[in-house]
Structure formats: C-alpha cells, structure tokens
C-alpha cells in the first residue's frame, strides 16, 4: 500500500497518473490548484473505483448546503489535479495524526484551514503558507491579501499593530 497499489494491483487511471509523474506515496502532502488558491490533502491510498480515485484526508470548507461542512475528512476524491507539495520523513506518523483528526469541527480560513491541517499532519505544526503570504503581500495570495489586509485595518485601531505582528509572526 505504500505506494499507492490497491492490493496489488494499480489501476489503469492511476497508472495514468503514475506516467505523468504523479505516483504519491503513503502519507505524502499533495495540492490541487484552485481558483486564487491550493487546496492541501493526505494521500493514503489509491482505490479501485472510480478509476484516478484516491483516499484522501482533508479540511475542506464545503459548500453551505453539504452536512460536512468544515469537517476534517476521509474520503475518496480524484486525484488527476493534484500535484505532491511534499514527502514527510515518517510517513506512518503523520497518517495517524490525520486520521486521528477526521471528524474534527473548526475550519477557519486564517487559522485552521486545510494547508495548515496538511503541514501539521507532516511537521506537527499548524502553518500555512498561503495564508502568510497573503499577510505578506505575496502575489498568489494577493486576492486574500486585499480581504484581510481591509480587515486588518479595524483590527489593528481594536488591538494594536503589535498584536498583528504576532499573528504574522504565529501564522509562520
């Protein structure tokens, strides 16, 4: 199961996928882009169905309507997008902190989002980089950056310019 086979036998999607590069590993940290940011995964394994399909635990946000919503989760999703971010040295260890955490409630966007699930999965560190960047001014969260940077305003009259250098200083 540690790379990826499902009881042996690779499927032909993810055969597919092993040819285009994108064969992970057990435990890896895998991303897909998305519209103005990256999604963050745990790989487990490959299934047999649907073909490309991997199991995978996360912390999405979900759509308003899904009961999930927020949920960290262990569930099969495609993986034809996904790229890997990294390869954890221990990968048996941070599979049991995901999955030790499926079922948990509290996505927040700054806080507790799904790349800071992943890196703490990895790391034992709950960081996310897209998030800092945002706070930093880094092009790819420029969008972010604009939305919390209006909010950091109020925030700062509220509790200080200190008090958000801090929170840049914990979010990294």
Not at 72 to 97: K, N
Request: aromatic share 10%; proline share 5%.
């Amino acid at each position: 199961a540690s790379l990826g086979h499902v009881n042996g036998w690779l499927p032909s999607a993810a055969g597919r996928l092993f040819r285009r590069g994108k064969m992970f590993q057990y435990g890896d940290h895998i991303q897909r882009r998305r519209f103005g940011y990256d999604h963050h995964a745990i790989f487990i394994q490959w299934t047999s169905f649907p073909l490309g399909s991997a199991r995978v635990v996360h912390h999405p946000l979900g759509r308003r309507t899904n009961p999930l919503r927020g949920l960290i989760r262990d569930e099969v999703r495609d993986l034809s997008e996904y790229t890997l971010c990294q390869r954890p040295e221990d990968p048996a260890a941070t599979v049991q902190r995901a999955l030790s955490r499926v079922g948990e409630d509290g996505y927040n966007l700054v806080w507790s989002n799904c790349e800071h699930f992943a890196e703490w999965c990895i790391s034992g560190q709950q960081r996310s980089l897209q998030v800092r960047g945002a706070l930093l001014g880094v092009p790819q969260g420029a969008a972010f950056g604009a939305i919390l940077g209006a909010a950091s305003v109020p925030a700062a009259k509220l509790f200080g310019s200190h008090w958000l250098g801090q929170v840049a200083v914990s979010l990294g």
